[in-house]
C-alpha cells in the first residue's frame, strides 16, 4: 500500500485493530483482507469492497451449510463435486458481502441470498443490494462483494502464498 500511497510502508495510517476489518483514514479509500490456511489476499478501491479467499478443496460439511443457510428445498446430491463448488462459492461471495458491510457472520448469513446468475447479493433486511465478481485463482475462490458501478476495476494490492 505504500507504493499506491507514495509512502513508505510503515508510514500508511492503516488502522487495524484486532476483530475488525482494516480501514484507512477518510479520502484515503477502502481495503479488505481475507485469508486462509495457505494464502492472504488483501485489496483496495476507492469504493467500499469486501473480499474472501477460501481453497477450492477446503473440507468442510457442505450439505449441512446448504440446508441451514442456502437452500430452502431438499438438495439432491449434495456430495457431488459441482454442489460443493456451488456452496463454496455462495459462502465465499456472502462473506466478502459481510465484509462489505461490516457485518457479523453468525447475523447476517442468514439475511444475504446469492445469485449466481446475475451476480447479485441482496440483504434482505437491510434491503442492500451488491455486485459481485468470483474468480477461481489456483487452488483457491477469491470473491468481491461492491456497490453496483460501471468503471469497477479493483486493486489486488497484497497476494502471497504462505509457507
Known amino acids: 500500500m505504500g507504493n499506491l500511497f507514495n509512502l513508505n510502508p510503515l508510514e500508511v495510517p492503516l488502522i487495524a485493530n484486532p476483530g475488525e476489518p482494516p480501514e484507512l483514514p477518510k479520502g484515503m479509500g477502502y481495503c479488505s483482507l481475507s485469508h486462509c490456511k495457505d494464502a492472504i489476499i488483501l485489496v483496495w478501491h476507492e469504493k467500499k469492497i469486501g473480499i474472501d479467499i477460501e481453497r477450492l478443496d477446503r473440507d468442510f460439511n457442505y450439505a ?16 457431488s463435486e459441482a454442489c460443493k463448488n456451488t456452496i463454496l462459492n455462495q459462502w465465499c461471495a456472502v462473506e466478502a458481502a459481510i465484509k462489505w458491510d461490516n457485518g457479523k457472520l453468525a447475523e447476517d448469513i442468514k439475511e444475504w441470498q446469492y445469485s449466481e446468475n446475475d451476480k447479485i447479493l441482496l440483504h434482505k433486511k437491510k434491503k442492500l443490494k451488491l455486485k459481485f465478481t468470483q474468480i477461481n485463482l489456483y487452488k483457491w475462490t477469491i470473491s468481491l462483494a461492491y456497490k453496483d ?15
Open 64 to 79: 449441512k451449510l446448504a440446508k441451514k443457510y442456502f437452500f430452502k428445498s431438499n438438495i439432491s446430491n449434495t456430495t
Open 149 to 163: 458501478t460501471s468503471r469497477f476495476i479493483p486493486k489486488i494490492i497484497c497476494s502471497s502464498k504462505m509457507v
